[in-house]
């Protein structure tokens, strides 16, 4: 027995529109160039020599002053700008976040350091003029998928603090980024798992050279300085292996570098945003997420909070307590409670501000089963209020149950 399904042609492209949006194939924003007198080391001033940013910016009154540097990907031959670049961009100002699309230049007509020096230059651009663009000059992240992935990872591990004599005062600034979120990334250049096509289209001629392999594989530059790193990628990803992203990883960790790797079994490379796949299409909100707790959504300050927590007059013995700050852009603060005592470190510190209090009841250690526990104990809305970072912030909270 055969299944088949006819749509007439009309009726298939509305519902392609209205499920995609009819502005996904749109060019996007004015392009701003780089270096509108023309780039260093560029032989012409055709689109290709000229390397330019497209800013997608959220309303004014959604924004949240957070940056994105974008750099699809393509091998360093072509940019995937559409579901790499301007369909990411626009899913960014949804959650208020500015999208920053970038056209670096490519081979043949251009190798290595040229797409570094139009990243960086990127990030230099906007951290200078911030305030035109009410941005935070503190909270600017570099994106990439696939080779963008290996420029986004590459401008995360090669920077310099600016320099404060230059005549151009864009180059006054830090080029390093914030953050860096590394999607389906290429790695390695000179490692088994490396990806050849890209390490060939970057270093040309010099694709052999032992010293550019190593200091461009950067898993191996990753240090104490390297920016706080969001990774995902899928296991059926045989192209560009996931070994590239265990290995920057395993670098992070080494350094303690704050980062966090999502692996999911299913997708091909180059997924995007992967809308509608329930596996890796989550990355999305795992990202939201990651930046949200990592402060990257507010420009607040964060507070170390510990304290002590007792149930019926004896310590909890195993809890947890969660500080939801008023503010919606801002981390939530969380820490497990051992023995009546919870402390939060000002790395995940809790917002100064106002913020609503949960605690919640774990259960005990004992090896009965428990028949009776509070699940959670207070919803009501407690509300402390953590004063500046530089004061000590002690929460002492004392709970009692009540019978029916």
Known sequence: MKNSLRLESALLCAMFVASFGASVYALGPEAILLWPEGAPGAPGTEESDRPSIRIYAPPAEKSNGASVVMCPGGAYAILAYDHEGSQVAQWLNEHGVTGIVLQYRLHPKY????????????????????????????????????????????????????????????????????????????????????????????????????????????????????????????????????????????????????????VYQNGPHGVGLAA????????????LAWMKTNGFLFDGQRSEVSGSMTLNGKPLTWGSITLESENPNAP??????????????????????????????????????????????????????????AVQNTFDLNLETKTP
């Open 276 to 287: 509608g796949e329930p596996g890796v299409g989550q990355w999305p909100d795992a990202l």
């Open 111 to 262: 190798r290595h350091p040229a797409p570094l020096n139009d990243a960086q230059r990127a990030i230099l651009h906007v951290r200078a003029n911030a305030t035109m663009l009410k941005l935070s000059p503190t909270r600017i992240g570099v994106m990439g998928f696939s080779a963008g992935g290996h420029l986004a990872s590459t401008v995360s591990t090669h920077f310099d603090a600016g320099q404060a004599d230059a005549q151009d005062p864009i180059e006054r600034v830090s080029c390093r980024p914030d953050f860096s979120v590394l999607c389906d990334p290429v790695i390695g250049l000179k490692a088994e798992f490396a990806h050849r096509g890209s390490a060939k289209n970057l270093l040309g001629d010099k694709a052999d050279s032992a010293e550019l392999l190593e200091n461009l594989s950067n898993d191996t530059p990753v240090n104490g300085q390297t920016p706080p790193a969001f990774l995902f990628y899928t296991n059926e990803d045989k192209g560009v292996r996931v070994e590239n992203a265990l290995a920057y990883y395993a670098g992070c960790v080494k350094h303690d570098v704050p980062a966090e790797l999502h």
């Open 332 to 389: 939530t603060a969380w820490s497990m409670v051992n023995g009546g005592k919870f402390s939060i470190p000002a790395i995940r510190g809790v917002p100064v501000g106002n913020c609503r209090v949960t605690v919640r009841d774990r259960g005990g250690l004992d090896p009965r089963p428990s028949i009776e526990k509070t699940e959670i104990i207070n919803t009501l809305g407690i509300v402390f209020k953590v004063v500046a970072a």
